[in-house]
Protein backbone atom coordinates (compact mmCIF):
# COMPACT_ATOMS: atom_id res chain seq x y z
CA UNK A 1 0.00 0.00 0.00
CA UNK A 2 1.67 3.41 -1.25
CA UNK A 3 2.02 6.06 1.88
CA UNK A 4 -0.78 8.84 2.24
CA UNK A 5 0.51 11.52 0.83
CA UNK A 6 0.13 14.73 3.71
CA UNK A 7 0.87 17.90 1.56
CA UNK A 8 1.49 20.92 3.91
CA UNK A 9 1.89 24.83 2.76
CA UNK A 10 4.04 27.32 4.10
CA UNK A 11 3.98 30.83 3.62
CA UNK A 12 5.59 32.91 5.87
CA UNK A 13 8.49 32.30 9.00
CA UNK A 14 5.93 32.33 11.91
CA UNK A 15 3.68 29.72 9.96
CA UNK A 16 6.67 27.35 9.09
CA UNK A 17 7.55 27.58 13.08
CA UNK A 18 4.30 26.65 14.07
CA UNK A 19 4.59 23.91 11.35
CA UNK A 20 8.16 22.26 12.08
CA UNK A 21 7.39 19.78 14.69
CA UNK A 22 4.04 18.07 11.88
CA UNK A 23 6.29 18.01 9.16
CA UNK A 24 9.07 16.06 11.31
CA UNK A 25 6.13 13.69 12.64
CA UNK A 26 4.66 13.21 8.81
CA UNK A 27 8.62 12.93 7.85
CA UNK A 28 9.10 10.24 10.25
CA UNK A 29 6.65 8.11 9.18
CA UNK A 30 7.26 5.24 7.13
CA UNK A 31 3.15 5.42 6.61
CA UNK A 32 3.15 8.83 5.35
CA UNK A 33 4.79 10.82 2.52
CA UNK A 34 5.52 14.34 3.23
CA UNK A 35 4.94 16.95 0.56
CA UNK A 36 5.82 20.53 0.86
CA UNK A 37 4.95 23.57 -0.51
CA UNK A 38 6.79 27.00 -0.21
CA UNK A 39 4.98 30.04 -1.13
CA UNK A 40 4.50 34.27 -0.19
CA UNK A 41 7.38 35.87 1.78
CA UNK A 42 9.56 32.26 2.07
CA UNK A 43 10.56 33.25 -1.72
CA UNK A 44 10.92 36.76 -1.50
CA UNK A 45 14.59 38.40 -1.42
CA UNK A 46 12.91 41.18 1.22
CA UNK A 47 12.26 38.87 3.80
CA UNK A 48 15.16 36.83 3.75
CA UNK A 49 14.73 34.13 1.26
CA UNK A 50 13.63 31.74 4.24
CA UNK A 51 12.29 28.71 2.19
CA UNK A 52 16.44 28.10 2.02
CA UNK A 53 15.83 27.73 6.15
CA UNK A 54 12.86 24.71 5.70
CA UNK A 55 15.72 23.53 3.36
CA UNK A 56 18.41 23.60 5.80
CA UNK A 57 16.18 21.72 8.25
CA UNK A 58 15.98 18.59 5.94
CA UNK A 59 12.79 19.26 3.95
CA UNK A 60 12.55 18.87 0.20
CA UNK A 61 10.57 20.99 -1.19
CA UNK A 62 8.17 19.76 -3.82
CA UNK A 63 6.68 23.19 -5.45
CA UNK A 64 7.02 26.74 -5.25
CA UNK A 65 4.27 28.82 -6.14
CA UNK A 66 5.41 32.57 -6.78
CA UNK A 67 2.83 34.92 -5.85
CA UNK A 68 4.24 37.80 -4.20
CA UNK A 69 4.38 40.88 -6.05
CA UNK A 70 6.41 43.99 -4.62
CA UNK A 71 3.14 45.94 -3.71
CA UNK A 72 1.44 46.08 -0.05
CA UNK A 73 -1.37 48.05 -1.87
CA UNK A 74 -5.16 46.43 -1.74
CA UNK A 75 -4.88 45.95 -5.91
CA UNK A 76 -1.01 44.71 -5.41
CA UNK A 77 -2.05 41.57 -2.28
CA UNK A 78 -5.51 40.69 -4.46
CA UNK A 79 -3.12 40.16 -7.99
CA UNK A 80 -0.83 38.10 -5.26
CA UNK A 81 -4.01 36.42 -4.26
CA UNK A 82 -5.03 35.52 -8.20
CA UNK A 83 -1.74 34.42 -9.11
CA UNK A 84 -1.45 32.11 -5.78
CA UNK A 85 -4.43 30.43 -6.84
CA UNK A 86 -2.89 30.08 -10.70
CA UNK A 87 -0.07 28.89 -8.77
CA UNK A 88 -1.57 26.81 -6.71
CA UNK A 89 -3.50 24.54 -9.10
CA UNK A 90 -0.37 23.71 -11.56
CA UNK A 91 0.93 22.06 -7.72
CA UNK A 92 -1.89 20.45 -6.66
CA UNK A 93 -2.83 18.75 -9.64
CA UNK A 94 1.11 17.76 -9.84
CA UNK A 95 1.56 16.79 -6.61
CA UNK A 96 -1.94 15.34 -5.71
CA UNK A 97 -2.18 14.39 -2.13
CA UNK A 98 -4.42 12.89 -0.01
CA UNK A 99 -4.97 15.74 2.48
CA UNK A 100 -3.85 19.26 2.07
CA UNK A 101 -2.54 21.09 5.22
CA UNK A 102 -2.91 24.55 6.18
CA UNK A 103 -2.53 27.14 8.71
CA UNK A 104 -3.95 30.02 10.38
CA UNK A 105 -5.76 32.79 8.11
CA UNK A 106 -2.86 34.57 5.58
CA UNK A 107 -4.17 35.55 1.88
CA UNK A 108 -1.48 32.91 0.60
CA UNK A 109 -3.79 29.95 2.67
CA UNK A 110 -6.83 31.05 1.39
CA UNK A 111 -5.11 31.27 -2.74
CA UNK A 112 -4.16 27.48 -1.92
CA UNK A 113 -7.69 26.66 0.11
CA UNK A 114 -9.66 27.43 -2.58
CA UNK A 115 -7.52 25.85 -5.30
CA UNK A 116 -7.81 22.64 -3.52
CA UNK A 117 -11.86 22.86 -3.33
CA UNK A 118 -12.03 22.76 -6.69
CA UNK A 119 -9.80 19.97 -7.03
CA UNK A 120 -11.95 17.71 -4.49
CA UNK A 121 -8.62 17.76 -2.15
CA UNK A 122 -9.64 17.26 1.40
CA UNK A 123 -8.29 20.25 3.96
CA UNK A 124 -7.34 19.97 6.93
CA UNK A 125 -6.81 23.51 9.09
CA UNK A 126 -5.43 24.35 11.93
CA UNK A 127 -6.11 27.33 14.12
CA UNK A 128 -9.68 28.05 12.72
CA UNK A 129 -12.32 29.61 15.39
CA UNK A 130 -10.42 32.15 16.43
CA UNK A 131 -11.52 35.94 16.02
CA UNK A 132 -9.21 38.76 15.58
CA UNK A 133 -11.14 42.27 15.01
CA UNK A 134 -8.54 44.27 14.05
CA UNK A 135 -7.44 42.34 11.01
CA UNK A 136 -9.40 40.85 7.71
CA UNK A 137 -7.60 37.63 8.64
CA UNK A 138 -11.22 36.96 10.50
CA UNK A 139 -12.98 36.80 7.51
CA UNK A 140 -9.96 34.40 5.82
CA UNK A 141 -9.92 32.47 8.92
CA UNK A 142 -13.46 31.29 8.50
CA UNK A 143 -13.48 31.33 4.90
CA UNK A 144 -10.66 28.40 4.77
CA UNK A 145 -12.70 26.66 7.64
CA UNK A 146 -15.66 26.67 5.21
CA UNK A 147 -13.00 24.76 2.33
CA UNK A 148 -11.95 22.60 5.22
CA UNK A 149 -12.71 19.04 6.11
CA UNK A 150 -10.60 18.21 9.38
CA UNK A 151 -10.49 21.09 11.89
CA UNK A 152 -7.70 21.35 14.50
CA UNK A 153 -8.49 24.38 16.97
CA UNK A 154 -6.69 25.16 19.49
CA UNK A 155 -9.01 25.99 22.52
CA UNK A 156 -12.95 25.27 23.58
CA UNK A 157 -14.09 28.77 22.56
CA UNK A 158 -12.47 27.70 18.88
CA UNK A 159 -13.77 24.63 18.51
CA UNK A 160 -17.43 25.89 19.66
CA UNK A 161 -17.07 28.18 16.81
CA UNK A 162 -16.29 26.33 14.31
CA UNK A 163 -19.05 23.77 15.29
CA UNK A 164 -21.33 27.13 14.88
CA UNK A 165 -20.00 27.17 11.06
CA UNK A 166 -22.31 24.34 10.62
CA UNK A 167 -18.79 21.89 10.28
CA UNK A 168 -19.41 18.32 11.61
CA UNK A 169 -18.21 18.06 15.29
CA UNK A 170 -15.90 13.85 14.91
CA UNK A 171 -14.48 16.17 12.67
CA UNK A 172 -12.95 19.05 15.20
CA UNK A 173 -9.96 18.14 17.07
CA UNK A 174 -8.92 20.40 20.05
CA UNK A 175 -5.24 19.92 20.44
CA UNK A 176 -3.75 22.84 21.37
CA UNK A 177 -1.68 25.56 19.37
CA UNK A 178 1.97 23.57 17.67
CA UNK A 179 4.02 26.67 19.07
CA UNK A 180 3.76 24.70 22.31
CA UNK A 181 5.40 21.94 20.81
CA UNK A 182 8.80 24.33 19.51
CA UNK A 183 8.75 25.92 23.08
CA UNK A 184 8.83 22.15 24.89
CA UNK A 185 11.37 20.62 22.21
CA UNK A 186 13.58 23.43 20.78
CA UNK A 187 17.16 23.94 22.47
CA UNK A 188 17.04 27.46 23.21
CA UNK A 189 20.49 29.81 22.96
CA UNK A 190 21.57 31.16 25.98
CA UNK A 191 21.57 35.15 26.05
CA UNK A 192 24.91 35.13 25.72
CA UNK A 193 24.86 33.34 22.41
CA UNK A 194 22.22 35.09 21.68
CA UNK A 195 24.04 38.27 21.67
CA UNK A 196 26.70 36.62 19.97
CA UNK A 197 24.83 35.51 16.98
CA UNK A 198 22.98 38.76 16.31
CA UNK A 199 25.60 41.03 17.24
CA UNK A 200 23.26 42.43 19.29
CA UNK A 201 23.95 44.43 23.05
CA UNK A 202 21.73 43.08 25.65
CA UNK A 203 21.19 45.78 27.92
CA UNK A 204 19.79 46.23 31.25
CA UNK A 205 16.46 45.68 30.10
CA UNK A 206 15.18 44.70 26.80
CA UNK A 207 12.11 44.58 24.58
CA UNK A 208 11.22 42.25 21.08
CA UNK A 209 8.97 43.89 19.14
CA UNK A 210 6.43 42.50 15.96
CA UNK A 211 4.30 45.22 14.36
CA UNK A 212 2.11 44.03 12.21
CA UNK A 213 -0.13 45.96 9.72
CA UNK A 214 -3.75 46.41 10.90
CA UNK A 215 -5.96 45.51 7.79
CA UNK A 216 -9.24 47.21 9.03
CA UNK A 217 -8.75 49.60 11.07
CA UNK A 218 -10.07 53.70 10.35
CA UNK A 219 -6.59 54.63 11.84
CA UNK A 220 -3.73 53.84 9.20
CA UNK A 221 -1.18 51.60 10.33
CA UNK A 222 1.91 53.92 10.07
CA UNK A 223 0.20 56.07 12.45
CA UNK A 224 -0.14 53.49 15.09
CA UNK A 225 3.29 52.34 14.27
CA UNK A 226 4.50 55.78 14.82
CA UNK A 227 2.98 56.42 18.13
CA UNK A 228 4.54 52.61 19.00
CA UNK A 229 8.06 54.08 17.89
CA UNK A 230 7.37 57.43 19.93
CA UNK A 231 7.20 55.46 23.26
CA UNK A 232 10.10 53.09 22.53
CA UNK A 233 12.30 56.21 21.79
CA UNK A 234 11.10 57.82 25.25
CA UNK A 235 12.55 54.83 26.70
CA UNK A 236 15.73 56.23 25.73
CA UNK A 237 18.82 53.99 24.71
CA UNK A 238 19.16 52.10 28.33
CA UNK A 239 16.30 49.47 27.20
CA UNK A 240 17.87 47.12 23.93
CA UNK A 241 15.55 46.84 21.30
CA UNK A 242 15.18 43.87 18.83
CA UNK A 243 12.53 44.12 15.92
CA UNK A 244 11.53 41.36 13.39
CA UNK A 245 10.36 42.47 10.41
CA UNK A 246 6.03 42.72 9.89
CA UNK A 247 4.47 40.65 7.06
CA UNK A 248 3.68 41.76 3.63
CA UNK A 249 0.15 43.20 4.05
CA UNK A 250 -1.15 46.31 3.66
CA UNK A 251 1.00 49.10 4.38
CA UNK A 252 3.73 46.41 5.34
CA UNK A 253 6.40 48.01 3.22
CA UNK A 254 6.29 51.49 4.71
CA UNK A 255 6.51 50.17 8.34
CA UNK A 256 9.69 48.23 7.16
CA UNK A 257 11.06 51.72 5.83
CA UNK A 258 10.16 52.80 9.52
CA UNK A 259 11.90 50.48 11.12
CA UNK A 260 14.88 50.68 8.90
CA UNK A 261 14.94 54.65 9.48
CA UNK A 262 14.36 54.26 13.66
CA UNK A 263 16.81 52.24 13.97
CA UNK A 264 19.42 53.50 12.16
CA UNK A 265 19.55 56.30 14.66
CA UNK A 266 19.14 54.27 17.74
CA UNK A 267 22.43 52.46 18.62
CA UNK A 268 20.14 50.36 21.42
CA UNK A 269 18.19 48.80 18.25
CA UNK A 270 18.59 46.12 15.90
CA UNK A 271 16.31 45.02 13.36
CA UNK A 272 16.03 41.24 11.83
CA UNK A 273 13.60 40.38 8.31
CA UNK A 274 13.65 36.59 10.44
CA UNK A 275 15.23 35.62 13.33
CA UNK A 276 14.31 31.95 12.59
CA UNK A 277 12.45 29.66 15.37
CA UNK A 278 14.71 29.15 17.83
CA UNK A 279 16.57 33.06 18.25
CA UNK A 280 12.99 33.68 18.40
CA UNK A 281 11.49 32.00 20.81
CA UNK A 282 15.29 32.55 22.30
CA UNK A 283 14.97 36.12 21.92
CA UNK A 284 11.75 35.64 23.45
CA UNK A 285 13.47 33.77 26.88
CA UNK A 286 16.04 36.70 26.98
CA UNK A 287 13.81 40.01 26.67
CA UNK A 288 11.69 41.12 29.55
CA UNK A 289 9.05 41.53 27.77
CA UNK A 290 7.47 41.08 24.03
CA UNK A 291 5.72 44.41 22.47
CA UNK A 292 3.54 45.05 19.47
CA UNK A 293 0.14 43.27 17.97
CA UNK A 294 1.16 39.47 17.02
CA UNK A 295 -0.42 36.03 17.35
CA UNK A 296 2.84 34.93 19.06
CA UNK A 297 2.52 37.65 22.00
CA UNK A 298 -0.79 35.47 22.50
CA UNK A 299 0.39 32.01 22.16
CA UNK A 300 3.93 31.56 22.34
CA UNK A 301 4.88 34.55 25.06
CA UNK A 302 3.11 32.80 28.17
CA UNK A 303 4.64 29.74 28.40
CA UNK A 304 7.99 31.99 29.03
CA UNK A 305 6.35 33.61 31.87
CA UNK A 306 7.10 36.60 30.40
CA UNK A 307 4.21 39.50 29.91
CA UNK A 308 3.30 40.62 26.16
CA UNK A 309 2.03 44.22 25.65
CA UNK A 310 -0.35 43.61 22.80
CA UNK A 311 -1.11 47.15 21.07
CA UNK A 312 -4.68 47.81 19.45
CA UNK A 313 -7.06 45.46 18.21
CA UNK A 314 -5.49 43.38 15.74
CA UNK A 315 -5.36 40.52 17.85
CA UNK A 316 -8.75 41.43 19.93
CA UNK A 317 -11.22 38.47 20.45
CA UNK A 318 -8.36 35.88 21.28
CA UNK A 319 -8.14 34.22 23.81
CA UNK A 320 -5.42 35.06 26.70
CA UNK A 321 -3.29 34.39 29.20
CA UNK A 322 -3.00 36.59 32.16
CA UNK A 323 0.07 38.27 31.40
CA UNK A 324 -1.42 40.12 28.49
CA UNK A 325 -1.21 43.92 29.24
CA UNK A 326 -3.60 45.87 26.25
CA UNK A 327 -3.47 49.24 25.46
CA UNK A 328 -4.37 51.57 23.05
CA UNK A 329 -1.99 52.52 19.72
CA UNK A 330 -1.02 55.89 21.34
CA UNK A 331 2.27 57.18 22.44
CA UNK A 332 1.65 57.39 26.15
CA UNK A 333 -0.62 54.80 26.52
CA UNK A 334 2.06 52.21 25.46
CA UNK A 335 4.88 53.72 27.61
CA UNK A 336 2.89 52.99 30.71
CA UNK A 337 2.15 49.40 29.58
CA UNK A 338 5.62 48.64 28.46
CA UNK A 339 6.67 50.24 32.18
CA UNK A 340 3.88 48.14 33.83
CA UNK A 341 5.27 44.69 31.53
CA UNK A 342 8.84 45.75 33.32
CA UNK A 343 7.23 45.51 36.77
CA UNK A 344 5.06 42.74 35.80
CA UNK A 345 5.20 39.39 37.87
CA UNK A 346 4.08 36.81 35.24
CA UNK A 347 5.76 33.49 37.35
CA UNK A 348 2.69 32.19 37.59
CA UNK A 349 0.88 32.20 34.07
CA UNK A 350 -0.77 30.15 32.89
CA UNK A 351 -0.74 29.09 28.62
CA UNK A 352 -4.45 28.54 27.88
CA UNK A 353 -3.29 27.10 24.10
CA UNK A 354 -2.52 23.90 25.20
CA UNK A 355 0.37 21.02 26.24
CA UNK A 356 2.70 21.47 23.89
CA UNK A 357 2.04 17.58 22.09
CA UNK A 358 -0.54 19.05 19.10
CA UNK A 359 2.07 18.10 16.72
CA UNK A 360 2.21 14.54 17.09
CA UNK A 361 -1.87 14.30 17.64
CA UNK A 362 -2.49 16.08 14.42
CA UNK A 363 -0.18 13.22 12.39
CA UNK A 364 -1.74 10.52 14.16
CA UNK A 365 -5.54 11.73 12.65
CA UNK A 366 -3.75 12.68 9.37
CA UNK A 367 -2.10 9.06 9.28
CA UNK A 368 -5.37 7.36 10.88
CA UNK A 369 -8.68 9.00 9.14
CA UNK A 370 -10.04 6.04 7.08
CA UNK A 371 -11.26 7.78 3.90
CA UNK A 372 -9.90 11.73 3.38
CA UNK A 373 -12.13 11.40 -0.04
CA UNK A 374 -15.24 10.44 1.70
CA UNK A 375 -14.74 14.16 3.42
CA UNK A 376 -15.06 15.80 0.17
CA UNK A 377 -18.92 16.17 0.13
CA UNK A 378 -20.04 17.96 3.55
CA UNK A 379 -23.60 18.64 4.94
CA UNK A 380 -24.14 21.57 7.06
CA UNK A 381 -24.90 20.78 10.74
CA UNK A 382 -27.08 22.57 12.45
CA UNK A 383 -26.44 23.98 16.31
CA UNK A 384 -29.52 22.47 17.96
CA UNK A 385 -31.32 24.85 20.50
Known sequence: MNPRKICIVTGSRA?????????????????????VVATGMHLSPEFGLTYRVIEQDGFTLDARVEML?????????????????IGFADALDRLRPDILVLLGDRYEILSAAQA????????????????????????????????????????????????????????IYNFGTPAIDNIQRLPLKTRRELADLLAFDFKERNLLVTFHPVTLDSQPSTE????????????????????TLPNA????????????????????CKAFPSLGQTNYLSAIAAVDAVVGNSSSGLYEVPSFKKPTVNIGDRQKGRLQASSIINCAPEQNAILRSIRQAFDADCSETLNPYGQGDASQKIA??????????????????????
Request: aromatic content about 8%; charged content about 25%.
Open 116 to 171: ALVAKIPVAHIGGGDTTEGAYDEAIRHGISKMSHLHFVTHDDAARRVRQLGEDPAH
Open 224 to 243: QFQELLSALAALGESVGIIF
Open 15 to 35: EYGLLYWLMKEIQADPDLKLQ
Open 69 to 85: LSSDTSVGIAKSMGLGL
Open 364 to 385: EVLKCFPDPQALIRKRFFEIET
Open 249 to 268: DNEGRELIEMIERFVSSHPN
